[in-house]
């Protein structure tokens, strides 16, 4: 299973990344976990515009999914005719909220339903190609989906956004890659049940059993060495920053950047 990442920049797109979207692979099949703004153009580096065999959204927010309305676009008006639809796992009410993030009527009228084909996210277990992926509510304002994702004996697992959470411990459980966010520094004054420090990132991971530690939906304008140092103060294996491009092979001798 190789993991892509396409954008890890939290809450908007920065000078160095777009927002949140991760591309795995295995056997042929491609999936996008999230599709945030910006994420389009940077994807088609790593993988054809019409590559992409499913695609799963974590939630509604902006950074997380607005891409997909670009990617209606390009899929719908290809020169060479309409792409076959594609599955899109999302929350509820996700076909109604894109068509209506590009000006489309989602009733009456197919909206983006002629090109992907929505299924509503709910906490449990699925497979999606060779993927077999479990799925958890996270604690984030709106629905949230963090994701468990098994292939060959290696588990990638994926934060999403959320605050402290029970459930990420359970659905990371002796996770090789955890993908985690960590869009606050330490400090007085958060909110909470919104997202996650570096430090908190690092507990979370070390509870769980997790192999290795990628941080990720780095905020623009925090300093991520200061996350890093935050979730080394926590976590006790390897951990990586987060950057676009950056390539890991899950094998049994543990996640190998590429």
Known sequence: MRLTIIGCSGSFPGPDSPASSYLLEAEGFRMLIDLGN????VMQRHVGLFDI?????????????????????????????????????????????????????????PGMTDTFTFTTLTPGTRRIGPFLITTRRMNHPVETYGFRVEHGGRILAYSADTGPCEALVDLSRRADLLLCEASFLDGPGLPGNLHLTGRQAGEH????????????????WNDKECSFAEASGTFTGPISLAATGQEFELTPSGPLPM
Do not use: N
């Open 53 to 109: 065999d499913a695609i799963c959204l974590s939630h509604l927010h902006a950074d997380h999914c607005l891409d997909l309305t670009s990617y209606w676009v390009a899929r719908r008006y290809a020169p060479e005719g309409p792409q076959p639809p594609i599955p899109v796992y999302a929350p509820e009410h996700a076909a109604e909220r894109m068509a209506l993030a590009y000006g489309l009527e989602p009733d009456p009228g």
């Open 205 to 220: 991971a070390e509870r769980a059993g997790v192999r290795h530690l990628v941080l990720t939906h780095l905020v623009p």
């Open 38 to 41: 910006g994420a389009l153009g």
